[in-house]
């Protein structure tokens, strides 16, 4: 049943007609509106699907060559917590599940399990940086550091039940320690970038209007 819309008189119109009678430039201007918020969505994902291409392309060629610490660093991680402070817990988790499943198929691996990393680690992100944490570089700094405890965790897991034969003090030393090192000197790359390249979209609207 159509509803009766007040204007301060009894204009007699029905919701229906009144969108049916507004002017055509305004119909005009609505979608054109509608538009603009699903091509920027588009534009986006683009601008993240180019990130992600870009760190994992430097992360298994020229970070698999140089080796620091003599481990690949993970740069994948701190992108995916980037995106999550910039876009919020639903991009973040979504890009998470995306970019584990594309760093390991470029590592040549059929089965992954860094979506159960990636994808908490993007969604608890964005909800820590809208409710609780403003962005700065020390909450980067703190994200990094956190992210990078949580991936060098995630190794010893991973390595204890893949690899026979290897010690708790083995996988410390010839694993973990570099790991987090590499992470962390490395890991603000991603976020800093991310954040230029994802500013555009996050902009206020007075920032908009000048």
Not at 15 to 28: C, G, Q, V
Request: charged letters at 15%; glycine letters at 8%.
């Amino acid at each position: 049943m159509s509803k009766n819309i007040s204007f301060g008189v009894d204009s007699g119109m029905t919701e229906r007609e009144f969108i049916e009678n507004k002017n055509p430039l305004d119909k005009i201007r609505d979608k054109i509106a509608a538009f603009s918020v699903d091509g920027e969505s588009v534009f986006k994902a683009v601008v993240c699907g180019i990130l992600l291409v870009v760190f994992a392309l430097f992360q298994t060629t020229l970070f698999a060559r140089f080796r620091p610490f003599g481990v690949v660093p993970d740069l994948i991680l701190p992108l995916v917590c980037a995106v999550g402070m910039s876009e919020k817990e639903k991009w973040g988790a979504v890009f998470g599940v995306v970019a584990a499943f594309v760093i390991e198929s470029l590592g040549g691996s059929t089965l992954t399990l860094l979506p159960l990393l990636y994808m908490p680690v993007g969604y608890v992100s964005g909800i820590l940086t809208t409710y609780y944490f403003r962005d700065s570089i020390t909450v980067r700094g703190l994200y990094v550091v956190g992210s990078s405890v949580l991936r060098s965790i995630f190794t010893i897991i991973t390595l204890l039940a893949t690899v026979g034969g290897i010690t708790l003090g083995a996988v410390f030393v010839k694993a973990v320690f570099p790991e987090l090192a590499a992470n962390i000197v490395f890991g603000l790359i991603p976020h800093y970038i991310t954040k230029l390249c994802l500013r555009p979209f996050n902009k206020t609207r007075a920032e908009k209007v000048k």
